[in-house]
Nanobody, 122 residues
């Protein structure tokens, strides 16, 4: 079972930057879909950035050009660099690893981080 541990959240002013990290207990990031979801109060959880098992990268339109997802295979770690942060980015961010982002995937292989709070003040 893959265990994911997140770090890097915090409080930042609008326009600032944060970098989130997600460390895995195994080298599954190399062959699985990995990404970052976020959920704000009263809103649905949304995928903000992801890397498919084939290596393709996609971003939500709301963060495109501001966020960058990357991974370090040797460290079994995935990162989310967040620049030009806006109050609308305030949410709990969760890292994810699974077979795919397809809603009909086998969820027995899903792994989730514990969540890290990102708060952007105006």
């Amino acid at each position: 079972q893959v265990r994911l541990v997140e770090s890097g959240g915090g409080l930042v002013q609008a326009g600032g930057s944060l970098k989130l990290s997600c460390a895995a207990s195994a080298s599954t990031f190399r062959i699985n879909a990995v990404g970052w979801y976020r959920q704000a109060p009263g809103k649905q959880r949304e995928l903000v950035a992801g890397i498919s098992s084939g290596g393709s990268i996609n971003y939500a339109d709301s963060v495109k050009g501001r966020f960058t997802i990357s991974r370090d295979r040797a460290k079994n770690t995935v990162y989310l660099q967040m620049n030009s942060l806006e109050p609308e980015d305030t949410a709990v961010y969760y890292c994810f690893c699974g077979r795919s982002f397809n809603v009909q995937r086998d969820r027995r292989f899903d792994s989730w981080g514990q969540g890290t709070q990102v708060t952007v003040s105006s």
